[in-house]
């Protein structure tokens, strides 16, 4: 009997001390692709499953259509070495702006169902193209989630802009506090495009939890640390404003980077280019001006980043450039080398010379809002109320933005439209 009972508890410890088993999709995004036509999905599992796979249509009871890719092993560079599968599938042949449900997974097992409507191929659609466009989202105190998801959920926007800063921070607790951020946002990114550009706080590692997290265009060439893409009548640039900052991971980075955005702007600015996508739109974590007084880069008279992408966007006609950082948010008048370029007085966002600057930090995170000085000659308008940007892409001439206060339940407190009837470098003459 004794041995019997010796031999039952041998076996229980052994089945205790297996580990669980993850088979199961968690942490679903979307993201754009450039090609209407096309959506990624990505999704992680902390077991292999061999496979990956999505099931997709145009009604729950007709998921007839599947799509297959990749998964690659993400080993985080903490002490446990945690391990997760991130995998990858493009979904193509997709009917512009039609609404789509999908699942993702394995034989193993499936993700719940979600949703997502392809991102139109008409240029100007009725309400225009539709973003929120924030930074410096954290897990802890993520204030403006909330109502992102119900938002986002209900078609309210055609994509997610998230310039940077994520989940303070993705590497903490062995990367734990990066799972349970992408869990967070899923209610968001699984039904919306989710656009991203590195922040400082994705560093560690030679930030692998971002390079390895995300899947935006350019991911084979350089691990989303920057891109472009096209949509509506406007181009889009993601890029890394910490390459410049973080230089023990190289020069060479940052010489790659300039040659590639050196050639996109030439590209983009070409007459062919620019009469499908007149808007030029960069997006990028941190500012090249700000009113706010940590001493960060964009409170310097000769800031490491206006010194590296000040000149070359004002050579090539960029419209708008959008940051994070901050944990505010502000709104410049056209501005360039500190110079105020209004484009009248009546009317500053009409026709300006100069591009337009907006800070948009203040989605919400573990880190207190940012202290602001008084306005400034280039600033139009500040808040530091936790919240986030709408911006409406109308046509070729007109693009409106609205700022959101999540601390005065969603309140627009403030809003402008920027409308010019020519672009490129030659808007500013």
């Excluded at 999704?43 to 297959?68: H, R, Y």
């Excluded at 991911?219 to 890394?240: D, M, P, R």
């Amino acid at each position: 009997m004794r041995s019997v009972v010796i031999c039952i508890l041998g076996l229980v410890s052994m089945v205790t001390a297996w580990d669980p088993i993850w088979l199961q999709p968690e942490q679903v995004h979307l993201s754009a692709t450039g090609d209407p036509t096309q959506m990624m999905v990505t999704w992680s599992t902390f077991n292999d499953t061999k496979e990956s796979t999505v099931e997709f249509g145009f009604q729950v009871e007709n998921m007839t259509m599947t799509a297959s890719g990749s998964r690659t092993k993400f080993v985080d560079g903490g002490t446990e070495k945690h391990t997760q599968y991130i995998h990858r599938v493009t979904l193509t042949k997709l009917k512009p702006g039609s609404l789509y449900m999908y699942r993702c997974g394995s034989s193993y097992g499936w993700s719940t169902l979600f949703y997502f409507r392809a991102l139109p191929s008409d240029p100007t659609p009725k309400g225009g193209i539709r973003f929120a466009v924030y930074g410096d989202m954290g897990n802890e105190n993520a204030q403006s989630l909330g109502r992102l998801q119900v938002e986002a959920q209900d078609g309210m926007y055609d994509a997610i802009l998230h310039v940077g800063d994520f989940a303070y921070d993705m590497e903490v607790d062995n990367a734990r506090v990066g799972d349970e951020f992408m869990r967070q946002i899923e209610t968001v990114a699984a039904y919306v495009p989710y656009m991203t550009c590195p922040g400082n706080h994705e560093n560690a590692y030679n930030f692998s939890n971002y390079k390895n997290r995300f899947t935006m265009p350019m991911y084979k060439e350089v691990e989303s640390l920057w891109y472009s893409w096209n949509i509506g009548t406007a181009h889009i640039i993601s890029f890394s404003t910490e390459v410049n900052f973080f230089l023990e991971y190289g020069q060479e980075v940052i010489k790659n980077q300039m040659a590639w955005l050196r050639k996109d702007l030439m590209e983009a600015t070409k007459p062919e280019n620019k009469a499908k996508y007149p808007w030029i739109i960069a997006m990028a974590h941190r500012p090249m001006y700000c009113t706010n007084v940590f001493f960060d880069d964009c409170t310097e008279l000769v800031g490491i980043t206006r010194k590296a992408f000040e000149d070359l966007f004002y050579k090539y006609g960029v419209d708008l450039y959008i940051a994070g950082h901050e944990h505010s948010y502000e709104r410049m008048w056209p501005i360039y080398d500190y110079k105020v370029y209004n484009g009248s007085n009546d009317a500053p966002y009409t026709n300006p010379k100069a591009p337009v600057h907006i800070i948009t930090g203040s989605a919400g995170n573990r880190e207190p809002q940012s202290i602001m000085l008084p306005r400034k000659s280039f600033t139009a308008f500040q808040s530091r109320d936790f919240g986030y940007t709408r911006f409406f892409i109308l046509n070729s001439t007109h693009i409106h933005a609205e700022q959101v206060s999540d601390d005065k339940g969603g309140q627009i407190i403030d809003k402008f439209t920027l409308i010019k009837d020519q672009h490129g470098p030659e808007a500013w003459l």
